[in-house]
């Protein structure tokens, strides 16, 4: 199993570009999460998916961003337009069916602005 | 909503004994435990359901308070791979989000 696969790693931008965030899962696992990581904010839960449903949104920060989860096993994450405040790693991550192993990160996307 | 963790940072040196705390306001369902290393993606530890257990993996085990919302990780005979940050992530019911703590930074030196 190759795990979560997220693309790009690195990902810098100017101000005012659209960027689109992308996430394999792991097969099997039916929920997905978007996180993103800052010094200043930690780990911040954005959105998540169950079954390809947008279950809780209320973490995205504003209409600039977006999500989708076209099929069970990839979800696209888009910022439009990006500003520099949004520089910091983006993390998908699955959870095991039943939970019990937790979740499984993707290796995240460096994203930033200038 | 945020779990609180305590301490924010711990220097050990190798073979000594460190608690990691996590607390929340809110009843629970759940708490995570995951390590990172520096410029790579959170990794799962392991997960304590409420019901008040203990868990163990390697010299890493951790409890579970349900009535006071509380766990706690413990780090035992550390080794230099114990070095991360630690994160504590808490879910109010099943299938819930998962709200992390700010994480506890462990540096193991020989």
């Known amino acids: 199993d190759a795990g979560v696969i997220q693309s790009p790693r690195h990902e810098v931008t100017e101000m005012g570009q659209e960027v689109t965030l992308r996430c394999k899962l792991i097969s099997g696992h039916n929920s997905l999460f978007w996180y993103r990581q800052t010094m200043m904010r930690g780990l911040e839960l954005l959105i998540y998916f169950n079954n390809n449903v947008p279950i809780d949104d209320s973490g995205m920060p504003e209409d600039r961003f977006s999500a989708k989860m076209p099929n069970a096993s990839f979800s696209t994450l888009k910022i439009q337009p990006s500003e520099p405040r949004d520089s910091a790693v983006y993390f998908c991550a699955s959870l095991s069916p039943g939970g019990r192993y937790g979740y499984t990160f993707g290796s995240g996307t460096r994203l930033t602005v200038v | 909503q945020q779990p609180v963790q305590s301490p924010q940072a711990v220097i050990l040196r190798e073979g000594e004994d460190a608690v990691i705390n996590c607390s929340s306001s809110k009843a629970l369902y759940s708490v995570h435990w995951y390590r990172q290393k520096h410029g790579e993606a959170p990794v799962f530890l392991m997960i304590?359901?409420?019901?008040?257990e203990q868990k163990g993996h390697e010299k890493i085990s951790a409890s579970f308070n349900e009535k006071k919302q509380q766990s706690s990780l413990y780090l035992t005979a550390s080794q230099l791979s114990y070095s991360g940050t630690y994160f504590c992530g808490t879910e109010q019911r099943s299938w819930g989000k998962l709200q992390f703590g700010a994480g506890t930074q462990v540096v193991v030196t020989p």
């Open positions: 304590l359901l409420k019901g008040g």
